[in-house]
């Protein structure tokens, strides 16, 4: 199963992200809203560069079968940006695609986000300094969050094959280089 093979093979990528955003601190109550606003910041530069680029990447299948209409993130996070009074930022860096496995590959490291982050957003709703906070991003599925992950595991468990396994690998480590490398 795909899923399997990039949990096993991006955990050392997941585990540098975890780090480089204090993830840490969310369970410790000790997470900042300048941390949070670093994380939304690379998360917002994550979408800008790659949402569309996956997007049009996939095939009509894909699209229907993932629900793509309900994945789209970047408008949810440039209301954050907005609240969080951060300035929309670009970035010199650069991301492209391949082929639709790659991005599959890409999206895995998205989702993966918005399932950690539902996590994040429930977590920080109870910490002290985050009141005002709205969390469109991070709960953008709010309770549909676990059947999401499911849907996009199990498409992507029935429908690639294990020779393009490495193309979805490398569409995820390219993501996830990008995404470790913005801030």
Same mark, same amino acid.
């Given at each position: 199963m795909v899923s399997e093979y990039l949990k096993q093979n991006t955990a050392e990528f997941h585990d540098a992200a975890e780090k480089l955003f204090s993830s840490d601190k969310i369970f410790s109550k000790t997470f900042t809203l300048e941390d949070y606003k670093k994380i939304i910041n690379t998360n917002y530069l994550m979408l800008l560069h790659s949402e569309d680029k996956i997007f049009s990447s996939l095939s009509e299948k894909f699209s229907e079968k993932l629900h793509l209409d309900k994945r789209i993130k970047l408008p949810l996070i440039e209301k954050d940006l907005a609240s969080l009074a951060l300035e929309n930022q670009t970035t010199t860096h650069t991301l492209e695609f391949a082929n639709e496995h790659e991005a599959l590959g890409a999206m895995y490291v998205i989702e993966g986000s918005t399932l950690g982050g539902n996590v994040i957003a429930k977590q920080l709703s109870k910490t002290e300094g985050f009141d005002d906070v709205t969390f469109n991003? =991070?709960?953008? +599925?709010?309770? &549909?969050?676990?059947?999401?992950?499911? &849907? =996009?595991? #199990?498409?992507?468990?029935? #429908?690639?094959?294990?020779? &393009? +396994? &490495?193309?979805?690998?490398?569409?995820?480590?390219?993501?996830?280089? =990008?995404?470790?490398s913005v801030n």
């Open positions: 991003f =991070f709960g953008c +599925y709010q309770e &549909n969050t676990g059947p999401m992950w499911k &849907n =996009f595991k #199990e498409v992507l468990d029935t #429908e690639v094959i294990e020779e &393009n +396994y &490495n193309e979805v690998l490398s569409g995820a480590k390219k993501l996830y280089t =990008f995404l470790l």
